[in-house]
């Protein structure tokens, strides 16, 4: 069975830092893409930062500078840097592995990070 498992979530002041990790199993299909989205109450799960199997990156404005993906392709892993967290950061974290054929595609359960003003 594949699986996706994060962890690295919780509780942080504002401007303070968390990095959540994400490992997929060994059985997953090959993997092109990962990335993190998330989902905050009552809002429709959005894109957080992505990354490629060659480092290709790629952020919405509402995080980049302040967040970073980095990936092992080895592990089969990705990481989530976030930096000067704010209060509107507070959400579910999904880690998300995608694979080359259109429509591959698996999920983590989540993982809450909650920033307090």
């Known amino acids: 069975q594949v699986q996706i498992v994060e962890s690295g979530g919780g509780w942080v002041q504002a401007g303070g830092s968390l990095r959540l990790s994400c490992t997929a199993s060994r059985n997953i299909f090959p993997i092109n893409t990962m990335g993190w989205y998330r989902q905050a109450p009552g809002k429709q799960r959005e894109l957080v930062a992505g990354?490629?199997?060659?480092?290709?990156?790629n952020y919405p404005d509402s995080v980049k500078g302040r967040f970073t993906i980095s990936r092992d392709n080895a592990k089969n892993a990705v990481y989530l840097q976030m930096n000067s967290l704010r209060f509107e950061d507070t959400a579910v974290y999904y880690c998300n592995a995608r694979g080359y054929i259109a429509g591959l595609e698996a999920w983590g359960q989540g993982t809450l990070v909650t920033v307090s003003s």
């Open positions: 990354i490629t199997t060659d480092g290709r990156t």
